[in-house]
T-cell receptor, first 115, second 118 residues
Framework: GENVEQHPSTLSVQEGDSAVIKCTYS??????FPWYKQELGKRPQLIID?????GEKKDQRIAVTLNKTAKHFSLHITETQPEDSAVYFC??????????????FGTGTRLQVTL | DTGVSQDPRHKITKRGQNVTFRCDPI?????LYWYRQTLGQGPEFLTY????????KSRLLSDRFSAERPKGSFSTLEIQRTEQGDSAMYLC????????????????FGPGTRLTVT
């Protein structure tokens, strides 16, 4: 089955700096890669996703890049703010039909944005 | 609130008891997923439904676990003879099928049910 590895496990940055979180996946058939933000005691919140037919997607301060050849994808957060502090999870899935839409998650990155 | 809802939010039970959780998906979503999350880990897939059909079950889902989605709307997850190892956050998510125009398939999570087995 799919295996997703995520690094680093913890990341501390100063407010205004950029943060980068990296994930690798094992199944070359995976074609959907979402990122979730989870604050303490809250539900995972979808913040951005990318499909295998594009290499990069951006939404304001957040961007995701995908390298299908190397089977890795990354989350980039620019101009970090204290409210960005949370645990971030990457995930991978094969879609759209049959039994392949389940998400396989990475182990998470705890991002701390300090003043 | 039109998001995914789950009930109860917290459940404390004694080992050996049965528990049942409920999930109400976003109303137009035809897919419903159950995941389990333990402290410090990412969610792990348990099972999912498309409409009322249960299409896949993880090997994590022992025969003490059963899930239903009888009318293709809400779903229940039952754990029989609970064990301490069942203590976790049980998350439900829902999505729409269809990848037309690069949309669809995004999974939105509920707030979870935190189960503590004593």
């Amino acid at each position: 089955g799919e295996n997703v590895e995520q690094h680093p496990s913890t990341l501390s940055v100063q407010e205004g700096d950029s943060a980068v979180i990296k994930c690798t996946y094992s199944d070359s058939a995976s074609n959907y890669f979402p990122w979730y933000k989870q604050e303490l005691g809250k539900r995972p919140q979808l913040i951005i996703d990318i499909r295998s037919n594009v290499g990069e997607k951006k939404d304001q301060r957040i961007a995701v890049t995908l390298n299908k050849t190397a089977k890795h994808f990354s989350l980039h957060i620019t101009e970090t703010q204290p409210e960005d502090s949370a645990v971030y999870f990457c995930a991978a899935a094969k879609g759209p039909t049959g039994t392949a839409s389940k998400l396989t998650f990475g182990t998470g990155t705890r991002l701390q944005v300090t003043l | 609130d039109t998001g995914v809802s789950q009930d109860p939010r917290h459940k404390i039970t004694k080992r050996g008891q049965n528990v049942t959780f409920r999930c109400d998906p976003i109303s137009e979503h035809n897919r419903l997923y159950w995941y389990r999350q333990t402290l410090g880990q990412g969610p792990e897939f348990l099972t999912y439904f498309q409409n009322e059909a249960q299409l896949e079950k993880s090997r994590l889902l022992s025969d003490r676990f059963s899930a239903e989605r009888p009318k293709g709307s809400f779903s229940t997850l039952e754990i029989q003879r609970t064990e301490q190892g069942d203590s976790a956050m049980y998350l439900c998510a829902s999505s729409l099928t269809g990848w037309a125009s690069g949309t669809g398939g995004e999974q939105y999570f509920g707030p979870g049910t935190r189960l503590t087995v004593t």
